[in-house]
């Protein structure tokens, strides 16, 4: 067992040297997710834009945030599906008849996603550049922008190792990412919340990806966050945690 755990980052390289591979031998999922956000974008912009009041100077300024969100909960989708396929074909059982630490076969999976979503991100951001997204942020902003978006990442690619684990069929294993892409939609990434039915506003105000919309948005025009940062981060640990402890549970369950 000591043995094991003081080889958990060797086991680890190991498992996400693994799993990036599989990503590079299929670009074909960094592309997909990363074209429908930047569809989005250009229809938003360029279709809606014109008549979308959202108070701000550039309408791709303001969309840019949710953009992201989105790209991250289509991205977690292959991580389950990923997980699953690995389940199926019985790869847990093979490296837990290794010495290894079996932590190590979940982790290599979320630093995969973390990795392969930060492309997808910085890919997204280049297009909006190109649209005429600007940003006054400085060095500081853009590492809290950073740090944010990984959170989010992290904490929805355990909600996606959950279903990947525990899914009877591939649909199963990437069908719970269909909410997570819809939330964006209802709150303030396209439109001020203000706009909206008071039912919808009350729901749009008090769920997860309005704040972390909002402390994205501040971030990158230079404002004062205010306490939308600590409402977002609050969301992201919150979400990462229990999502963590149910995804282990049920690993261990299984395993």
Not at 23 to 48: C, Q
Not at 83 to 89: G, P, S, T
Not at 120 to 142: E, K, N, P, Q
């Amino acid at each position: 067992m000591d043995t094991v755990k003081k080889h958990f980052f060797s086991d680890l390289s190991v498992m996400l040297g693994r799993s990036m591979r599989h990503i590079s031998r299929s670009l074909d999922t960094i592309i997909s997710v990363t074209i429908t956000p930047i569809a989005l974008m250009l229809l938003f912009v360029y279709v809606f834009g014109g008549a979308i009041q959202s108070g701000a100077d550039s309408y791709v300024n303001y969309l840019l945030p949710g953009i992201l969100l989105i790209a991250i909960a289509s991205g977690i989708a292959y991580t389950s599906y990923r997980l699953f396929i690995d389940v199926q074909r019985g790869i847990f059982e093979r490296f837990h008849s290794m010495p290894i630490s079996r932590s190590t076969l979940l982790w290599g999976h979320v630093l995969t996603s973390l990795v392969s979503n930060a492309i997808s991100l910085v890919v997204i951001i280049l297009v909006a550049l190109i649209m005429g997204f600007r940003s006054s942020a400085g060095i500081l902003d853009w590492l809290a922008v950073a740090g944010i978006l990984a959170l989010f990442t992290l904490a929805l690619t355990w909600v996606a190792a959950i279903a990947g684990l525990s899914a009877k069929s591939v649909d199963g294993a990437s069908a719970f990412s269909y909410p997570i892409i819809f939330l964006p939609f209802i709150s303030s990434a396209f439109v001020p919340t203000e706009t909206m039915p008071k039912a919808v506003r009350v729901f749009a105000e008090n769920q997860p990806v309005t704040s972390i919309v909002a402390a994205i948005r501040a971030l990158l025009s230079g404002q004062p966050v205010g306490n939308d940062i600590w409402t977002a981060l609050a969301w992201c640990v919150g979400i990462l945690l229990v999502a963590y402890f149910f995804a282990m549970r049920v690993y261990r369950n299984r395993f």
